[in-house]
């Protein structure tokens, strides 16, 4: 049974850092792309970030480039998302997503993510 289970969400001040995990089982972690999804109150899915099988490819959101560090454990199967400089428009529930596939690219496709961890709240307020 292929389990993503998220972590390490929470309240944080502007400004502030928080590093998410993801820990998976169930499957080969480095066979495929991994994302981190989320979802603010009253919007849509936004992809946040994501790393390629191996690590060597990253993406991430525009507004999230050089503020949020993707990465990925292969000993521990897990996920992580450092996220610094935090802005109210951060606040959203985060999701882990296991692609379908080993290549990220520049276009996400939610039919591509074929696992869902049940999220994080990550607030930013003061």
């Known amino acids: 049974e292929v389990q993503l289970v998220e972590s390490g969400g929470g309240l944080v001040q502007p400004g502030g850092s928080l590093r998410l995990s993801c820990t998976t089982s169930?499957?080969?972690?480095?066979?495929?792309?991994m994302s981190w999804v989320r979802q603010a109150p009253g919007k849509g899915l936004e992809w946040v970030s994501g790393?390629?099988?191996?690590?060597?490819?990253?993406y991430y959101g525009e507004s999230m480039r050089g503020r949020f560090t993707i990465s990925r454990d292969s000993a521990k199967n897990t996920l992580y998302l450092q996220m610094n400089s935090l802005k109210s428009e951060d606040t959203a529930v985060y999701y882990c997503?296991?692609?379908?596939?080993?290549?990220?690219?520049?276009?996400?496709?939610?039919?591509?993510?074929?696992?869902w961890g049940q999220g994080t709240q990550v607030t930013v307020s003061s």
């Open positions: 790393i390629s099988w191996n690590g060597e490819s990253t």
């Open positions: 997503a296991k692609g379908n596939f080993k290549n990220i690219s520049t276009q996400f496709y939610e039919k591509d993510y074929n696992y």
């Open positions: 169930g499957f080969t972690f480095d066979d495929f792309v």
